[in-house]
């Protein structure tokens, strides 16, 4: 497959479409600041707009990409020509995915990514017939493999194992359970209090009481209303996007297969994988829900996502071990944390009340009456500060890291010591007087790092793991 | 108790900080000084003056004299065959291990000042992470330079 191809037809319309996205703003500038005569700004527009397409088909008409050499080769520029080659052994994963326009005509359009690339794709094929997409996925993966030249893996090419697919129940309760929801429902919750702040208020006018307080009722129920179009469509959106999800593994890649409307497919070689993190929100937590990710490096920054890919979107903790661990012998999921020493509780719950500090001395000072409200705040932050000293901790076993921590999330992050990128201890005056000390760990991910930092733990433990980490002991 | 690091940083870094430090607090002078000359145009009451000189000593002490001090005195670096270990930090102790398997690459750089005193900063960077030697010689730097890239050399691996 050496001669030179061109994308699908399609690919010009859609790079025009964007191309036109993109002028909406200075289009709309210019028609309602422009000059008086109508005229002009009708050919000025229908100009731009020929010149828009013109430059769209040209840059389809130059792009052309082929397979040759072991070299993914493209060639394209309308004004410079330029011509990109990319070998295969560097190609770190192709993402598929299937956009409203080329769903109709049977295209995906395939992302290439190369470690390097950071910010975007190193190269974007538009909109390609699916045969095509399958024939340079071939192509890639007989090229590694040829590189590891194992004569099993030929036979065990062909096998691909689904290992997880998510359930309707499942899809309903990841989507209600998100962040996004939780958001939406506490900013319901606040405009409803606020409302009630206001009632007394009215009622000054007695005159008018009926009145205005049923005016107030009518809005504060259209407010709920529009919040619960908002949660709604937030859940559906999240329905959509992870309709379908399916984890599936071929001999050395992860193949993960999402959504309704636009499918998205991603291939996450294994030996890519940097570590495993496990998620458990507030709101899932109590049901023993978690989410799990992988941190894999390369793919793109700009697309959040995939720098931190869901590996299994929603799944009871205590069976993410029975799921995972065939496919992921390496890791050991199910682990007993060893937890942060009792004396480190108080400067847990004493840095939780310092962060609320301005926050309840500024609104007593400044909103009069109610501003002593805000010393309820100390209730759900001792709390949270509760939980992140209960969830604080760490494990070794073997070659892997255990480090348990929470944000407000609570996060368990599997690291083997060979890919963590580098190991810091870190100790306050006030933490050498007590005996602790605070653990971070880098990892890469996507083109950055993601790390996993835990807080006030026994001082010799931290030595313990810094030692461990070591690599001068060895010899 | 696990060895801290030896080596030291030179001692003309301390110089070098103090001196920016000193250039900060000509910063800050400039914005005390803007707020003295108000309270004089606008006749604000008299004890903001006081606190405006009170913080600038402060500030200027801090910044030249105290956390100079401290800083260097905490720096220490060192680098072994298998990986790079550096102890940092004013208030709060850092230590950190990068391991040579790690380390990507090394880079000098100096600005104006530490190349006045002939001094250059290594930073080392890993796949995720940067990390920096302040202040070393030049010489040393550049051998510092040389070694690492020598020992990362040998001892590569897969990302």
Not at chain 1, 318 to 324: A, D, G, H, K, W
Not at chain 1, 445 to 464: A, Q
Request: glycine share 6%; net charge positive; hydrophobic share 45%.
């Amino acid at each position: 497959m050496s001669e030179p191809k061109r994308l699908h037809p399609i690919s010009a319309i859609i790079s025009c479409l964007k191309q036109l996205k993109e002028l909406i703003i200075p289009f709309l500038v210019f028609v309602v600041f422009g000059s008086k005569n109508g005229l002009f700004q009708l050919f000025a527009s229908l100009g731009v707009i020929v010149l828009v397409f013109i430059i769209g088909i040209l840059t389809w008409l130059r792009f052309t990409y082929r397979l040759e050499e072991g070299e993914l080769r493209i060639e394209y520029g309308v004004f410079v020509r330029k011509k990109r080659y990319i070998p295969f052994e560097r190609i770190q994963s192709l993402d598929l995915s299937e956009g409203i326009l080329q769903r109709p005509f049977g295209l995906v359009k395939v992302k290439i990514e190369t470690a390097g690339s950071s910010g975007e794709a190193e190269a974007v094929l538009t909109a390609i017939s699916k045969s095509q997409a399958i024939l340079i996925q071939q192509a890639l993966s007989s090229a590694k493999a040829s590189v590891s030249f194992d004569e099993e893996e030929s036979i065990k090419k062909e096998q691909e194992i689904t290992l997880y697919k998510i359930s309707p129940k499942e899809l309903l309760l990841l989507a209600s359970t998100s962040g996004g929801v939780g958001v939406v429902l506490s900013a319901v919750i606040a405009f409803i209090l606020q409302f009630e702040e206001f009632i007394p208020y009215e009622k000054v006018f007695s005159g008018l009481e009926d009145f205005i307080s049923s005016g107030v009722l009518v809005v504060s129920l259209l407010v709920f209303l529009g919040f619960l179009i908002a949660w709604v469509a937030a859940l559906i959106g999240t329905m959509l996007k992870y309709a379908g999800f399916t984890v599936k593994k071929n001999e050395d890649d992860f193949i993960i297969t999402r959504g309704l409307l636009e499918k998205r497919q991603l291939t996450i070689p294994l030996h890519r994988i940097q570590a495993i993190r496990i998620s458990e929100n507030l709101i899932r937590q109590p049901f023993g829900l978690c989410t799990v990710y992988i941190e894999s490096a390369g793919g793109s920054a700009t697309e959040t996502e995939s720098t931190r890919e869901m590996l299994l979107p929603i799944a009871k903790r205590n069976v993410i071990t029975t799921i995972l661990s065939p496919y992921l012998p390496e890791y050991n999921l199910e682990i007993s944390i060893l937890s942060a020493p009792k004396r480190s509780l108080k400067r847990y719950l004493f840095r939780g009340l310092l962060y609320m500090l301005p926050i309840i001395v500024g609104s007593v000072l400044f909103i009069k009456p109610w501003g002593y409200l805000s010393l309820l705040i100390v209730i759900p932050s001792t709390l949270l500060s509760y939980l992140k000293f209960k969830d604080a901790g760490w494990k070794i076993d073997g070659e892997q890291l255990t480090l348990r921590y929470r944000a407000i999330i609570k996060n368990t992050i599997f690291m083997k010591r060979n890919r963590i990128q580098s190991l810091v201890m870190r100790e306050s005056y006030f933490q050498n007087k007590n005996k602790l000390a605070s653990i971070e760990a880098t990892v890469m991910s996507g083109s950055g790092g993601t790390r996993g930092r835990v807080i006030d733990l026994e001082k010799k433990d931290v030595e313990g793991i810094y030692e461990w980490y070591s690599y001068s002991k060895e010899k | 108790m696990i060895l801290e690091p030896q080596k030291r940083i030179s001692k003309k870094g301390l110089t070098v900080w103090r001196i920016s430090g000193a250039i900060h607090s000509f910063f800050a002078l400039l914005v005390l000084g803007g707020a003295v000359s108000l309270t004089f145009i606008f006749d604000w009451p008299s004890w903001i003056i006081g606190i405006a000189v009170l913080a600038f000593a402060l500030y200027a002490y801090l910044f030249i004299m105290l956390i100079p001090t401290l800083r260097w005195k905490r720096w220490r670096y060192e680098v072994r065959e298998n990986e790079i270990e550096l102890q940092h930090g004013v208030f709060i102790i850092k230590r950190t291990l990068v391991p040579m398997i790690r380390v990507q690459h090394v880079d000098t750089l100096q600005g104006p000042i530490l190349r006045k005193y002939q001094l250059a900063t290594i930073t080392v960077s890993t796949a995720a992470t940067v990390h920096e030697i302040p202040a070393l010689e030049v010489e040393e730097a550049e051998e510092l330079r040389y070694f690492i890239s020598k020992l990362v050399r040998v001892a590569d691996e897969d990302v």
